[in-house]
């Protein structure tokens, strides 16, 4: 370990000096700096572009260039020019944030954010939760829940790479995400209405969206803010050979003289992927004085996909058609409350979060190519309908203590504490025709499995951070997070016609303590440059499986250990008089005991193993700003190569030096903003965006059916508006050029030839969106 990172720390040396390029990067602006003041007569140059973004990723607000670590933070009105409505634009505009995009069927069940390569996973399944955590902690506003969040009415996102565990109670592997609302304003009334409509190449039919906002004042010291809409996406997939079903609820038969032993009828069907998502958030902010501040918030959201964006994957199929034979429906919803409060005390500042969350998702999977090749259909009008469906709840508590002192010492002292109960999975397979082994089924409520998967999970932490600042411009900074936890689960299996199979109760605790080192210097006005070591850590767990039994599994499967991280980090952040803004990081992380899920040995239990260690270096880079008076913009690139150390092998195999699924060793993203004034209350808008990720892989195993190498592709975007102070009339496009996008697909030898499939990205969509305000 210690021979790689010297052998790095060299490479570094030898090809990469922060405080050269600090030099350098201020030397270059020089000029820059000069013409823009030539040009502007001694003023200086778009100096509302200069402003910094706000954050309080730190637990205090301060400007990204001076958090002394690698942030990336993104604007509510930046999110709002580049059309970023969820998780999956989202990460196309931050460089080294990474989603394997299913859409919003299978986005709002498994989708996975990946940040420096850690991630072992593959995408094959779509319809099941991962078996292991998120290495990616997601919080809105104070809650840590993931949702792929409907991004309307956002104040900013905040995105913090490589380990979070001595700043939020939710600690991560590799990063934490956090979506801010804006708050009620008590100082006037304000409103806001949106409405657009679009088309999608091979959509059969317009795209709409609608949202609001209201903020009330409730005299001086309170007001609600309360802002919702809706968002509908007609489907571009065509079904080229869908199951009648009659009205029995069981597939017609081809031949009604030869029922037993007739195909189902099928007919064509076009656009079966019709999607929309409904939103709403409240919330009630009163500050009786300038001591204390109360916000009680209500989340809401429903996802609803009436099939997969996934075409057939199968040679010769058409691009956007699928052969599957069922109709897959998934609904998601979400119910947030939370209360926060704040009080200043003066010497330091106490913040209070209590929230309840509830996520609940009903599915229906088509099996009959899964069953069709484990030998269980054995006639022809079989079709097997599986419900998936699952429910997560828990409470949070999180409260913190935040100095407020002038001195040379500032601190962070917080606890944390989550209890969170989830029926994992609840799954109902049946068989739906006129023959089942050779015995008559007539009736769509028969029950050939049920599947439940239980657990419940407990973690309680402190943490906290001291900073001491050696003089104006150079500080140091320890963390850390004490943590004990509890993880509890139970499944089993039922067999109406062969019997009943339960799991054997487990259960999982750990405690440790993890810690944190953080240095900068203010080389000058322009350039700080930072050094961070940093550890993350991910919760363990237990299979509840059999070990007994004509179902007994291997009892080394009982139990996963948790997986840990150690990061390294040098970088270099700033901004120019020019307003131009920078940051550049170079890291290296060891990942040992990395989890991944898999299926078990005997029944094929989902189940979470470890898998060996791996390591992942990359450098990190963003530039945004002012080019002229009238012209902004932004760029990043992320490096990430990660890969497996020494391989393994047993109840799942990873090559040795294998590259990690879903990661891209490159991935850029850029945008162009151009304003100019056409009269006295009117300005024309042009908007450009872009993003490329290059090609990457979706297995740690060569020799495994699931494993595809997937092509690299960009994908661009771009806006014309007219605006007023009060109203905006904009037309957009997506997916300019009309890329395929393809980032997974399901086991091609489990499902069969018919069932086999593979995700893109919405094809090229062009809209019309007309907002006012007040």
């Given at each position: 370990?210690?021979?790689?990172?010297?052998?790095?720390?060299?490479?570094?040396?030898?090809?990469?000096?922060?405080?050269?390029?600090?030099?350098?990067?201020?030397?270059?602006?020089?000029?820059?700096?000069?013409?823009?003041?030539?040009?502007?007569?001694?003023?200086?140059?778009?100096?509302?572009?200069?402003?910094?973004?706000?954050?309080?990723?730190?637990?205090?607000?301060?400007?990204?260039?001076?958090?002394?670590?690698?942030?990336?933070?993104?604007?509510?009105?930046?999110?709002?020019?580049?059309?970023?409505?969820?998780?999956?634009?989202?990460?196309?505009?931050?460089?080294?944030?990474?989603?394997?995009?299913?859409?919003?069927?299978?986005?709002?069940?498994?989708?996975?954010?990946?940040?420096?390569?850690?991630?072992?996973?593959?995408?094959?399944?779509?319809?099941?939760?991962?078996?292991?955590?998120?290495?990616?902690?997601?919080?809105?506003?104070?809650?840590?829940?993931?949702?792929?969040?409907?991004?309307?009415?956002?104040?900013?996102?905040?995105?913090?790479?490589?380990?979070?565990?001595?700043?939020?109670?939710?600690?991560?592997?590799?990063?934490?995400?956090?979506?801010?609302?804006?708050?009620?304003?008590?100082?006037?009334?304000?409103?806001?209405?949106?409405?657009?409509?679009?088309?999608?190449?091979?959509?059969?039919?317009?795209?709409?969206?609608?949202?609001?906002?209201?903020?009330?004042?409730?005299?001086?010291?309170?007001?609600?803010?309360?802002?919702?809409?809706?968002?509908?996406?007609?489907?571009?997939?065509?079904?080229?050979?869908?199951?009648?079903?009659?009205?029995?609820?069981?597939?017609?038969?081809?031949?009604?003289?030869?029922?037993?032993?007739?195909?189902?009828?099928?007919?064509?069907?076009?656009?079966?992927?019709?999607?929309?998502?409904?939103?709403?958030?409240?919330?009630?902010?009163?500050?009786?004085?300038?001591?204390?501040?109360?916000?009680?918030?209500?989340?809401?959201?429903?996802?609803?996909?009436?099939?997969?964006?996934?075409?057939?994957?199968?040679?010769?199929?058409?691009?956007?058609?699928?052969?599957?034979?069922?109709?897959?429906?998934?609904?998601?919803?979400?119910?947030?409350?939370?209360?926060?409060?704040?009080?200043?005390?003066?010497?330091?500042?106490?913040?209070?979060?209590?929230?309840?969350?509830?996520?609940?998702?009903?599915?229906?999977?088509?099996?009959?190519?899964?069953?069709?090749t484990l030998g269980y259909l054995f006639t022809p009008r079989i079709t097997a309908r599986s419900n998936l469906d699952s429910r997560k709840s828990a409470v949070v508590q999180e409260a913190r203590l935040v100095s407020n002192s002038d001195g040379p010492v500032?601190?962070?002292?917080?606890?944390?504490?989550?209890?969170?109960?989830?029926?994992?999975?609840?799954?109902?397979?049946?068989?739906?025709?006129?023959?089942?082994?050779?015995?008559?089924?007539?009736?769509?409520?028969?029950?050939?499995?049920?599947?439940?998967?239980?657990?419940?999970?407990?973690?309680?932490?402190?943490?906290?951070?001291?900073?001491?600042?050696?003089?104006?411009?150079?500080?140091?900074?320890?963390?850390?997070?004490?943590?004990?936890?509890?993880?509890?689960?139970?499944?089993?299996?039922?067999?109406?016609?062969?019997?009943?199979?339960?799991?054997?109760?487990?259960?999982?605790?750990?405690?440790?303590?993890?810690?944190?080192?953080?240095?900068?210097?203010?080389?000058?006005?322009?350039?700080?440059?930072?050094?961070?070591?940093?550890?993350?850590?991910?919760?363990?767990?237990?299979?509840?499986?059999?070990?007994?039994?004509?179902?007994?599994?291997?009892?080394?499967?009982?139990?996963?250990?948790?997986?840990?991280?150690?990061?390294?980090?040098?970088?270099?952040?700033?901004?120019?008089?020019?307003?131009?803004?920078?940051?550049?990081?170079?890291?290296?992380?060891?990942?040992?005991?990395?989890?991944?899920?898999?299926?078990?040995?005997?029944?094929?239990?989902?189940?979470?193993?470890?898998?060996?260690?791996?390591?992942?270096?990359?450098?990190?880079?963003?530039?945004?700003?002012?080019?002229?008076?009238?012209?902004?913009?932004?760029?990043?690139?992320?490096?990430?190569?990660?890969?497996?150390?020494?391989?393994?092998?047993?109840?799942?195999?990873?090559?040795?030096?294998?590259?990690?699924?879903?990661?891209?060793?490159?991935?850029?993203?850029?945008?162009?903003?151009?304003?100019?004034?056409?009269?006295?209350?009117?300005?024309?808008?042009?908007?450009?965006?872009?993003?490329?990720?290059?090609?990457?892989?979706?297995?740690?195993?060569?020799?495994?059916?699931?494993?595809?190498?997937?092509?690299?592709?960009?994908?661009?975007?771009?806006?014309?508006?007219?605006?007023?102070?009060?109203?905006?009339?904009?037309?957009?496009?997506?997916?300019?050029?009309?890329?395929?996008?393809?980032?997974?697909?399901?086991?091609?030898?489990?499902?069969?030839?018919?069932?086999?499939?593979?995700?893109?990205?919405?094809?090229?969509?062009?809209?019309?969106?007309?907002?006012?305000?007040?």
């Open positions: 370990m210690k021979e790689e990172l010297k052998s790095t720390g060299a490479r570094i040396r030898g090809g990469f000096s922060v405080l050269a390029l600090a030099a350098a990067l201020t030397a270059i602006d020089g000029g820059a700096s000069m013409a823009s003041a030539q040009s502007t007569e001694g003023e200086p140059a778009a100096e509302g572009a200069a402003d910094s973004i706000y954050v309080t990723a730190s637990r205090r607000k301060q400007s990204v260039e001076d958090v002394p670590y690698n942030i990336s933070a993104i604007s509510g009105d930046d999110l709002n020019a580049a059309r970023v409505t969820d998780f999956s634009k989202l990460t196309r505009s931050i460089p080294g944030l990474q989603l394997t995009d299913r859409g919003i069927r299978d986005n709002s069940t498994s989708a996975r954010l990946i940040s420096r390569g850690l991630n072992t996973e593959s995408a094959a399944i779509a319809d099941l939760p991962f078996v292991t955590a998120s290495p990616v902690a997601t919080y809105v506003d104070e809650t840590p829940v993931f949702v792929n969040l409907r991004l309307n009415d956002i104040e900013r996102v905040e995105f913090l790479r490589g380990p979070q565990g001595t700043l939020y109670g939710s600690g991560s592997l590799g990063g934490t995400l956090r979506f801010i609302q804006n708050k009620p304003d008590a100082s006037g009334f304000s409103a806001k209405a949106e409405a657009g409509v679009s088309f999608t190449n091979d959509a059969g039919g317009p795209n709409y969206t609608v949202s609001g906002m209201v903020n009330a004042p409730i005299g001086e010291n309170a007001a609600l803010r309360v802002s919702g809409g809706h968002d509908f996406y007609h489907g571009f997939i065509d079904g080229l050979g869908r199951a009648i079903i009659g009205a029995d609820g069981l597939p017609a038969p081809s031949d009604p003289g030869d029922p037993i032993n007739s195909a189902p009828a099928t007919e064509a069907v076009k656009d079966i992927n019709d999607a929309d998502v409904s939103y709403l958030h409240a919330a009630l902010r009163v500050t009786p004085n300038d001591i204390w501040d109360i916000q009680l918030s209500y989340h809401y959201q429903r996802e609803q996909g009436d099939n997969r964006d996934a075409q057939s994957a199968t040679p010769g199929i058409p691009q956007r058609k699928v052969t599957t034979l069922l109709d897959e429906p998934s609904t998601r919803e979400l119910h947030l409350g939370s209360l926060d409060i704040e009080v200043d005390f003066g010497f330091a500042a106490l913040t209070s979060s209590t929230s309840y969350y509830q996520t609940t998702t009903e599915a229906i999977g088509d099996g009959t190519g899964i069953y069709g500032d601190w962070i002292i917080g606890v944390y504490y989550q209890n969170e109960d989830s029926i994992e999975l609840n799954e109902h397979d049946y068989f739906l025709g006129d023959g089942l082994i050779g015995n008559p089924v007539t009736d769509p409520t028969d029950l050939f499995l049920h599947l439940r998967r239980t657990s419940d999970f407990s973690d309680l932490a402190g943490f906290g951070e001291l900073t001491y600042h050696v003089t104006d411009r150079w500080q140091v900074t320890g963390g850390f997070r004490a943590f004990k936890q509890k993880f509890d689960s139970f499944s089993f299996f039922n067999f109406p016609a062969f019997g009943f199979y339960p799991g054997d109760p487990n259960s999982f605790k750990d405690s440790d303590v993890l810690f944190k080192a953080n240095t900068s210097y203010e080389v000058n006005d322009a350039a700080t440059v930072y050094a961070t070591f940093s550890q993350g850590f991910r919760r363990g767990g237990a299979n509840s499986i059999p070990t007994s039994g004509p179902l007994a599994e291997p009892a080394g499967l009982i139990s996963y250990a948790a997986d840990r991280v150690n990061n390294y980090e040098i970088g270099v952040k700033g901004r120019f008089d020019s307003g131009i803004r920078y940051s550049a990081a170079l890291y290296y992380i060891d990942w040992s005991d990395a989890q991944i899920g898999t299926l078990s040995p005997v029944f094929g239990y989902d189940v979470a193993v470890n898998g060996g260690d791996a390591t992942g270096k990359g450098a990190e880079f963003e530039l945004s700003g002012p080019l002229t008076d009238d012209l902004e913009f932004s760029f990043g690139y992320a490096y990430t190569d990660a890969h497996l150390e020494e391989g393994f092998s047993g109840y799942v195999s990873g090559a040795p030096d294998a590259r990690l699924p879903g990661v891209s060793k490159h991935a850029l993203s850029g945008s162009l903003d151009y304003s100019r004034a056409v009269s006295a209350d009117l300005d024309f808008l042009a908007h450009i965006d872009g993003s490329y990720r290059s090609k990457f892989v979706n297995s740690v195993d060569p020799g495994a059916d699931i494993y595809r190498e997937f092509e690299g592709f960009p994908l661009i975007g771009a806006s014309l508006s007219l605006a007023s102070e009060r109203w905006r009339v904009s037309l957009y496009a997506e997916n300019l050029f009309d890329e395929l996008g393809l980032s997974a697909q399901n086991d091609p030898v489990e499902n069969g030839s018919l069932y086999h499939v593979e995700w893109g990205v919405r094809p090229r969509t062009i809209g019309l969106m007309l907002s006012a305000e007040y």
